[in-house]
């Protein structure tokens, strides 16, 4: 008998007890393992997007952004939500070129992780681009971000110093930092 299939929930009752812009938050009775009942809260996500964009000279373009829950700013990577009907490719483009206010056609994909599995069906799709291009920057009306930037290796020391500290920009910085060492279609030093 495989071992795993002994930890798996079942979904009893779903309600859904708020229902935002962004997020919707359910909560559920669940069926344990066990055969008892327990409840549990979560919130729906739409997925995201982030992209580590990579110059010809090995600098990154990383955005200075301020967020509301931890009033502070952060060190970030362009991201944002996967929008209803895009792809995710699509949504990594528009991003880089919202925020970062660059664009390519040269980018590829280098996995995916879940930043709150104890609350969140949340998936955030990580991405290197190059070959860039300076284009208009678009943030949304209510967005404010500046660029900055900064050399690869220095951004993966920021990360290791705790500098840079958002999850999911240290999770995308090693990740890209890693895919480039193995595939990069260029040197960087």
Same mark, same amino acid.
């Given at each position: 008998m495989n071992e795993h299939k002994l930890l798996v929930e079942k979904t009893r009752t779903s309600k859904e007890i708020f229902n935002g812009k962004l997020l919707h938050v359910f909560y559920d009775e669940a069926e344990l393992p066990d055969g008892s009942t327990s409840s549990r809260e979560w919130i729906k996500h739409p997925g995201a997007c982030a992209v580590v964009p990579v110059?010809?000279?090995?600098?990154?373009?990383?955005?200075?952004?301020?967020?509301?829950?931890?009033?502070?700013?952060?060190?970030?990577?362009?991201?944002?939500?996967?929008? #209803?009907? /895009?792809?995710?490719?699509?949504? +990594?483009?528009?991003?880089l070129q919202e925020e970062a206010g660059v664009?390519?056609?040269?980018?590829?994909?280098?996995?995916?992780?879940?930043?709150?599995?104890g609350y969140s069906d949340e998936i955030i799709h990580i991405y290197v681009a190059w070959n860039l291009k300076s284009v208009p920057q678009k943030v949304d009306d209510d967005e404010f971000?500046?660029?900055?930037?900064?050399?690869?290796?220095?951004?993966?020391?920021?990360?290791?110093?705790?500098?840079?500290?958002?999850?999911?920009?240290?999770?995308?910085?090693?990740? #890209?930092? /890693?895919?480039?060492?193995?595939? +990069?279609?260029?040197?960087?030093?």
């Open positions: 110059f010809e000279n090995g600098d990154l373009m990383m955005i200075r952004q301020f967020r509301y829950p931890m009033k502070q700013v952060f060190w970030e990577v362009p991201a944002g939500k996967i929008d #209803a009907g /895009e792809t995710q490719d699509n949504t +990594a483009l528009r991003e664009a390519t056609n040269d980018f590829a994909y280098v996995g995916h992780f879940y930043p709150g599995i971000v500046t660029r900055e930037r900064i050399p690869f290796k220095e951004a993966v020391n920021m990360v290791h110093s705790g500098e840079i500290n958002d999850g999911k920009t240290v999770i995308c910085l090693l990740r #890209a930092w /890693e895919w480039w060492q193995q595939n +990069a279609p260029f040197r960087i030093d």
